[in-house]
């Protein structure tokens, strides 16, 4: 009997994907459309074999044979490329909705050529099972995907000839942006959704949550000036968001005391942070003072015990 792992880190999601893609197993692949409805592909069973393998390629290439590829929570994404993200924010939002049409297994719709025509085709949905687990995989279906006569010929060869194929044609190269496994979504490409599904919208709820428990600690004053640093502005917000999910700052609840000690005492800080008249609290007037202000929540002023020298972090593991 095979023993399936719960993933915890980025060895057992490996270890789990190896299990079920060594195995017996099957796919099936499903049409999202714009309007968020989905639709199962009608496609020939001796072509699901070959489209199969693609899919299973690329798991290989882009998680599982890739080296030193870290797994991070999105809400704590830094400066690490070679990473693939474990999605912790709202799921009952597009595509995941989608996709979770397609792991409850509903009476979904074959798709029609007539009715519900290939340009309304917004993602490809891939199902890889076998008899108890499934991985599930959504590609953003863009218009290059979608080849039409018109612009180009395309020609085949039809006996010692070639002939033209003057129809249109849907390209499936086993790539993918999310994967699904166990109940937990890893995101290969977050840009997707902030291009295409408002993400920014989540980032913007997520960032007033944390703020408001920056409030409540009492520890800056012109509370506005933070708001309005970080209000329609993703890239600042995404920030704000992962000091917040990981600061040991905020965790273990270092006295406001403490904390501005550290900044009246460090180089690099005390000309950057203000601090109030009776040093209870930091005072925020501008951007940067915003900018130092949360990098002194993310802990980012590292000292070396080697040379003592000092330090700003982009990305930090715990050791």
Known sequence: M?????????????ENLNHILRGTISIVVYFKLKNGEVRLADINNNVLPRILTLYKNKISEEIINKENLELL????????????YKYDFDKDREPFLSMKQVVEDEEIKTFSISNDTLENIDGIIAKISNSNHGIFLYTKFYPVNLIKPGKSINLFPSDHRLEMFDGKLIQITGKFDILRYNNEYYIKKHEILEKFYQFNDV?????????????????IENEAKL???LENNPSRARKFIKVMASSLV????????QLISFVSNNPKLKDNIETSEDKTKFKLKTNNHCNF???LLDDDFLKSELTQEEYEALAKNNV
Do not use: C, H, W
């Open 73 to 84: 929570k999105l809400s704590e994404m830094d400066e690490r490329k070679n990473v693939i």
């Open 227 to 229: 708001f309005s640093y």
């Open 2 to 14: 095979t023993i399936y792992i719960l993933e915890g880190n980025m060895n057992t999601l490996i």
């Open 250 to 257: 905020i965790k273990k609840k270092i006295p406001k005391e």
């Open 203 to 219: 980032i913007t709820e997520r960032a007033k949550s944390y703020f408001e428990e920056i409030i409540k600690i009492k520890i």
């Open 293 to 295: 202000f949360i990098k």
